[in-house]
């Protein structure tokens, strides 16, 4: 049965009678209120992925004479233009590319590029300048100023990242919903939710720390409850990666009013005989995100969603001593999603002809552009508001 098919049959069939009294007044999607509530999935490639392997410029002599032992052949790569390809182990993507579901978004990156994997994290997660340290991310800074519960940004994982971090509110951390609830509604934490609805003590530090507990207590029994109404039958991959797609598959189609998800998936620090990992990590990638896409089309959800993947930073051009690549600057970005308005390959390919002192990839997109057009025109918000300056707004979606 469809989840559709099912709500209409169960819950909203007769009412919110059959609703936990937990959840009345609570945020639920009806079947019909689904429809056109956008929601953005941000997937980290977590490392540094390699651009050049991954969407492969493959016509382009610089880059076959810099890496003579890793460059991509022909019959390694899927193509798309006769300049460009990409990563054979991308096929999950590539069929989506030819459907018209892919934007490639080349030389994203930003001024005075940090190559430490650490602090590049954080510029991308927070949305900051090279120089500027700040303690809140940008996905944060859109929950203060237009969401009113922590469950309407979600990183499925056991920790947060500080991409999902406010200055008044945080969103959630959750693999496992039972499991968080479970563990919400153990004695110790039950004791100290019942002390912080006595002594809510302001904004001080022990008041913020009881009003998050308030916070993930209720929410833990919102998305348990809510999570339920939607399983999937589609098959996934079985892997950590792709489980934690099937989450947000699962969230998404039961009508979870969550705005933004957030996942990664690691092991992209390739400095040591790079082909072997990274084209094994490009087909974990690709096939969940297949699988995400196949779910979510089959629940009529795909046009509402926008999956955005990014990397912290991309690798040099040239290969290093051990067949493999050091940190880089520049990168692709890839955006997929059933209602792009432009697909294909976005703008310009790298130029390996003019690269910055390091041998990196100049960038001629900075990533805050990409995040100004996610929050203005997809998520209907004020973007200056939230990344605190006017970045150019690009027309992917």
């Known amino acids: 049965m469809e989840r559709r098919d099912f709500l209409k049959q169960s819950v909203?069939?007769?009412?919110?009678?059959?609703?936990?009294?937990?959840?009345?007044?609570?945020?639920?999607?009806?079947?019909?209120?689904?429809?056109?509530?956008?929601?953005?999935i941000i997937i980290q490639l977590s490392g540094g992925n390699d651009g050049l392997n991954t969407i492969i410029p493959i016509s382009n002599d610089i880059y076959h004479s810099a890496r003579p032992l890793i460059a991509k052949k022909?019959?390694?790569?899927?193509k798309i233009t006769n300049d460009l390809a990409f990563n054979n182990h991308l096929k999950a993507i590539k069929d989506l590319y030819d459907l018209g579901e892919v934007s490639i978004i080349n030389n994203v990156g930003y001024p005075n590029p940090n190559?430490?994997?650490?602090?590049?994290?954080?510029?991308?997660?927070?949305?900051?300048?090279?120089?500027q340290y700040l303690s809140t991310g940008w996905v944060g800074r859109y929950l203060d100023a237009n969401c009113q519960h922590p469950y309407q940004a979600i990183e499925v994982d056991n920790s947060l990242s500080l991409a999902l971090k406010g200055n008044h509110m945080n969103g959630i951390a959750v693999s496992d919903p039972n499991q968080l609830y479970r563990t919400t509604r153990e004695p110790f934490f039950n004791t100290i939710v019942a002390n912080a609805q006595k002594e809510m003590l302001g904004e001080?530090?022990?008041?913020?720390?009881?009003?998050?507990?308030?916070?993930?207590?209720?929410?833990?029994?919102?998305?348990?409850?809510?999570?339920?109404?939607?399983?999937?039958?589609?098959?996934?991959?079985q892997n950590h990666f792709a489980k934690s797609l099937k989450t947000i598959a699962d969230f998404i189609i039961s009508g979870l009013k969550t705005r933004v998800f957030y996942s990664s998936l690691g092991?992209?620090?390739?400095?040591?005989?790079?082909l072997n990992s990274q084209d094994r990590l490009l087909q974990v990638?690709?096939?969940?995100?297949?699988?995400?896409?196949?779910?979510?089309?089959?629940?009529?959800?795909f046009k509402d969603t926008l999956i955005l993947t990014f990397?912290?930073?991309g690798r040099r051009v040239k290969q290093n001593g051990s067949r493999g690549t050091d940190h880089g600057a520049a990168n692709n970005v890839i955006a997929i999603g059933g209602?792009?308005?432009?697909?294909?390959?976005?703008?310009?390919?790298?130029?390996?002809?003019?690269?910055?002192?390091?041998?990196?990839i100049k960038y001629t997109v900075d990533f805050r552009s990409i995040y100004a057009t996610i929050l203005n025109n997809w998520l209907d918000v004020d973007d200056h508001s939230i990344l605190n300056k006017d970045f150019k707004r690009l027309q992917f979606v």
Do not use: C
């Open 204 to 237: 001080d530090n022990q008041g913020y720390l009881y009003k998050t507990m308030l916070e993930t207590y209720s929410s833990a029994s919102y998305i348990h409850e809510t999570s339920k109404i939607y399983q999937t039958k589609t098959e996934y991959p």
């Open 311 to 313: 990397s912290e930073f």
């Open 339 to 360: 209602s792009l308005k432009k697909a294909g390959v976005y703008n310009e390919l790298p130029n390996l002809n003019d690269l910055d002192n390091n041998g990196d």
């Open 115 to 131: 190559r430490s994997h650490f602090r590049s994290t954080d510029i991308w997660q927070t949305a900051s300048d090279t120089n």
């Open 285 to 301: 990638y690709a096939e969940g995100v297949g699988a995400l896409v196949k779910d979510l089309k089959k629940n009529d959800r």
């Open 267 to 274: 092991g992209f620090d390739s400095h040591v005989n790079q």
């Open 74 to 78: 022909v019959n390694q790569t899927l």
């Open 12 to 40: 909203f069939a007769s009412g919110m009678a059959l609703i936990p009294s937990f959840l009345k007044g609570m945020e639920l999607l009806s079947p019909d209120q689904l429809s056109g509530y956008k929601n953005v």
